[in-house]
């Protein structure tokens, strides 16, 4: 299969989890020159939900220069930066989510205007927010969460379990990781089929399933395991490496990078 598009999730996929804020992200020697390979055969583009700025940062550090999936799917940039894509959560569900972070009492994060604020709830700009994430809910709190929100019609739930509890990513419903995908394809001009896609949580699994080819990490939930072609290495032992080295590097496949349509 001529493989045309690495589309790759970040945190726990590429790297361990870079935290909140983000910590700086330095790749090893053999990610380096194991992207630098890459580049020469296929387009490589994330998938995540991270900012521009946290993108654009590890793009910079890999000489990536494709479009990119940021903001769980809800936004499409250029490497500058430039949108190219995007799905906002509306205003009135915006201030609705606010009212129940107020009653909840945990860790979150919004995403608006490009940037990420952790714990604290923006005044302004709440007709540029993609994506409102909410950390470390117990059962209980994920139940209250969803039946506050019952109202607010154009927003997606995405629940990841974790080892602190679970986390509920918001984003508008036409701003999954799924749409984020089609209309990368739509830029880049290429087929479902000639994407490999590499991911381990539960976001991610309408990534691998707009992806030809599906990769779960190691490291995975067993949802993700459930449906993918091959189980890498988990992120500690070089998972993305061994993808690249098994499906782009090797004699035996033909990757072949493309240009975005203008």
């Known amino acids: 299969m001529k493989y045309k598009l690495l589309l790759l999730d970040i945190d726990n996929t590429l790297t361990p989890n870079l935290g909140l804020p983000p910590c700086t992200y330095t790749p090893s020697r053999n990610v ?5 390979k890459a580049l020469e055969k296929i387009t490589i583009s994330f998938c995540t939900g991270r900012d521009i700025n946290t993108v654009k940062m590890i793009c910079s550090k890999l000489n990536i220069k494709s479009p990119q999936i940021v903001e769980g799917g809800s ?20 201030k609705e989510i606010f009212t129940t972070l107020k009653n909840i ?22 007709d540029k927010v993609t994506a409102i994430l909410l950390y470390d809910l117990s059962p209980m709190q994920v139940d209250k969460v969803k039946q506050q929100l019952f109202l607010c019609k154009d927003i997606a739930f995405t629940l990841n379990p974790d080892r602190t509890g679970n986390t509920i ?94």
């Not at 250029?78 to 915006?94: A, E, R």
């Not at 799924?178 to 739509?186: C, I, P, Q, Y």
């Not at 030809?212 to 490291?219: F, S, Y």
């Open 105 to 126: 009492n945990t860790t979150f994060s919004v995403l608006v205007d490009g940037k990420e604020l952790v714990n604290i709830l923006p005044k302004s700009n709440l």
């Open 169 to 262: 990513y918001i984003t508008n419903k036409l701003g999954l990781k799924s749409h984020g995908v089609k209309k990368l394809r739509e830029i880049l001009n290429i087929k479902k089929r000639e994407i490999i896609g590499v991911g381990d949580s539960n976001n991610d699994k309408s990534l691998l399933l707009e992806s030809g080819l599906k990769i779960a990490m190691g490291n995975s939930v067993p949802e993700i395991k459930a449906i993918a072609n091959y189980i890498a290495p988990d992120v500690n032992h070089h998972g993305v490496v061994n993808v690249i080295e098994k499906y782009v590097l090797s004699s035996n496949s033909f990757g072949k990078s493309v240009k975005s349509k203008r």
């Open 32 to 36: 380096l020159i194991s992207f630098k």
């Open 75 to 94: 936004k499409i940039i250029d490497i500058h930066g430039n949108i190219l894509f995007v799905k906002y959560i509306s205003k009135f569900s915006v």
